[in-house]
């Protein structure tokens, strides 16, 4: 570990953090150019043959960035989309950002350092930085967006130059290091460990403007919302936002493990995915499996759904657009099941509904969503935790469905636990309201 990453895990104060060179290079989970291929005519894309940890060099700062020592970082599924190369080489959003010139050709490299969500310390700044300081405990925002683009300033997430960190940019959070730009950067909660914190912001964030923004579903007091995957990383968060709103939110889950993980966080109806019957995009399947999940929900709610809460994508998509309410709404951020969906447009002109495509969080959003985690109002998915070597066996459990809610990755962390600065708020909240999902 170089001086600067042990001053940040000994707790150095921003002086000493300022005062100890940045190193030339560090540890980071990336991608290798030379890998783009590996996987031609495989069938098994194991991520692990193509995700590597190890040192990639330390780019120059700009003047808006700063950089994090990351203490930890989360998974998500574009990660996996990126180690397979699918649905194109992520390096090819690279190649695209970097022919702008300027501080953009630094992202072009022939490697790829990963990742959209971090918890860490800030231990430099830009020279055009002025709210973010050395020192400062920050989570991370995903949106890279463009200030002087003016379409920013009305929404963020609808500039031309908006980009997803860590997947449509580079030097991700999966690494001992981060860039991010000082837009990004939030203040940690007090009272989450490092990668509690850090496994928050992509799908929380994701999930408040799909539901909760005027720019998704805008959702309301007595709104029934059906949430596809209630008990992962990005349904838990949407059950706790429906909640909270005065929603009554219904989750579709795949086991009696994750129904029990969906009634504690707040469903009042959760429906085994396998009691609807075939899920599939076959449109005679469709049909029938829609009319009996209708059927299940209006025995037990009363209603169909106004909101749909979508991101599977190809697999259920028809059924979405199926079962929400006669003028209803299906807002989708997402396709994990295949990007070309097909539907019975008569059930969605003919009612009256509407499809909302909802992607990220502008930091206004984002800033919302922290500020209800800072309250505890709204809890980490956190399931469980890798240490940064073990990226690829993160990534393949992701990849096989065999995890629930958010993976975290200590990155400079030591051990799990760590940064916890508002030890009696965390009392009040009770240890197992914050981490709902995490073995007792």
Known sequence: MDELSQAVVSGASPDVLERIPVPAEYIAAHLRIED?????AVEDKDVRKSLH?????????????????????????????????????????????????GWAARHDQPYHVLGSDAA???????????????GDQVVVATAHVDDQDPVTHNDG???????????????????????????????KAAHLSWEEAACNPLCAGTAYRMLVSERGANMRQGDVVLVWGAAGGLGGYAVQFVR??????????????KAEIARRLGCE????RHDIGEISADPDATVRSG???????????????????????RDTFGISVFAAARGGTIVTCGSSTGYQHSFDNRYLWMRLKKIIGSHGANLYEQWQVNR???RGSIVPMLSEVYPLEMVGQAARAIQKNEHIGKVGVLCLAPTAGLGVTDVSLRGRIGEGRVTPLMPA
């Open 36 to 40: 783009v291929g590996i996987f031609s």
């Open 53 to 101: 940890v190890g040192p990639v060099p330390m780019p120059e700062l700009a003047p808006d960035e700063v950089l994090v020592a990351v203490m930890a970082a989360a998974m998500n599924y574009n990660t996996i989309w990126s180690a397979t190369f699918e649905p194109l080489p992520s390096f090819k959003f690279l190649s695209h950002y970097g022919k702008q010139g």
């Open 120 to 134: 860490g310390v800030v231990v430099r700044v830009g020279a055009g930085v002025r709210n973010v300081r050395i």
């Open 157 to 187: 997430m609808l500039g031309a130059e908006q980009r997803a960190w860590g997947f449509e940019t580079n030097f991700g959070g999966l690494a001992h290091y981060a860039i991010v730009r000082a837009s990004q950067v939030l203040p």
């Open 244 to 257: 909270n709103g005065g929603g009554i939110p219904i989750g579709i889950v795949g086991s009696a493990e």
């Open 269 to 272: 109806l959760v429906i085994d």
């Open 291 to 313: 009319k009996r999940l209708g059927q299940i929900i209006r025995k037990e709610v009363g209603e169909d759904p106004n909101i749909v809460f979508e991101h599977v994508g």
């Open 372 to 374: 209800l985690i800072q």
